[in-house]
């Protein structure tokens, strides 16, 4: 049985925990590692079975902590290609971390697929992402919405599940 929880969310921190048979995953970091840890472990999960974390943006509320958690468990981190630009050039990886481009193609984490699409917001390079599990079943997790453009409708339609953030308006 998969699940969606969020662990954050609002402008002190964001992120939240996909467990499915085969593939748990966070989406973003953005509370420090020890408070990940925590709320993982309220929620029922183990930060030892997180096969990934898919960063959203890089505003500080939803990467605050993820250096430490990489460094920690050595996961890799799916994002948008200008998202891990700026992650690097920013230092906000730590060496050797595992990167992977998540535009235009599906990354396969452990039983799940992990799709980023595009979304309105002031950071380059922002998104959410489907989670389709491997019977099928799809969920969405998009956050920071003030718009929501046909971009982001086409990708949520047809989902089973959709988690929407909409605190960001211009």
């Known amino acids: 049985m998969a699940k969606l929880c969020t662990l954050a969310s609002g402008s002190s921190g ?26 993982l472990e309220t929620a029922g999960g183990d930060i030892s079975k997180i096969k990934a974390v898919a960063v959203t943006h890089t505003h500080t509320d939803h990467i605050k902590g993820l250096k430490t958690l990489l460094k920690n468990t050595n996961i890799p981190v799916i994002a948008s290609t200008e998202t891990l630009e700026t992650l690097a050039a920013n230092n906000l990886l730590p060496e050797g971390a595992e990167t992977i481009s998540a535009e235009n193609k599906s990354t396969s984490v452990g039983d799940v697929s992990v799709t980023y699409f595009h979304t309105s917001h002031d950071a380059k390079g922002s998104g959410g992402y489907i989670i389709t599990l491997s019977d099928g079943r799809r969920a969405a997790v998009c956050t920071d919405l003030g718009v929501v453009d046909n971009d982001v409708k086409n990708s949520l339609l047809g989902c089973d599940t959709v988690l929407i953030e909409s605190n960001h308006d211009i």
């Open 14 to 39: 964001n992120s939240t925990y996909i467990s499915a048979p085969g593939g748990d995953i966070l989406i973003d970091a953005g509370i420090p590692y020890k408070n990940i840890v925590a709320a």
